[in-house]
């Protein structure tokens, strides 16, 4: 089995900034791609950003230019650095995992941008 714990999320003003992190643990043998994601009240889940295990990225096209994926095999986390945030970007945000085998999800994290 493997847990994901994100942290990160929080009340930021418009403009502002905030950094995600996802770190995974337990039975981990690799990963593969690593990603956010997020769901609006009403709305369904989205992909923000993902990222290979050889760094290669895609975003959504409502965030780039102001969202940074990047990630850290190491520690086997995953950040997302959130810039000139809006109000439409507020949602709760998860973290997916692919180990190659199974999918995983994190709890969630609740980013709330005010104006």
């Known amino acids: 089995q493997v847990q994901l714990v994100e942290s990160g999320g929080g009340l930021v003003q418009a403009g502002g900034s905030l950094r995600l992190s996802c770190a995974a643990s337990?039975?981990?043998?690799?990963?593969?791609?690593m990603g956010w994601y997020r769901q609006a009240p009403g709305k369904q889940r989205e992909l923000v950003a993902d990222?290979?295990?050889?760094?290669?990225?895609n975003y959504a096209d409502s965030v780039k230019g102001r969202f940074t994926i990047s990630r850290d095999n190491a520690k086997n986390t995953v950040y997302l650095q959130m810039n000139s945030l809006k109000v439409e970007d507020t949602a709760v945000y998860y973290c997916?995992?692919?180990?190659?085998?199974?999918?995983?999800w994190g709890q969630g994290t609740q980013v709330t941008v005010s104006s």
């Open positions: 337990g039975s981990i043998v690799s990963i593969h791609e």
């Open positions: 997916k995992v692919d180990t190659g085998w199974a999918l995983y």
């Open positions: 990222i290979s295990s050889g760094g290669r990225t």
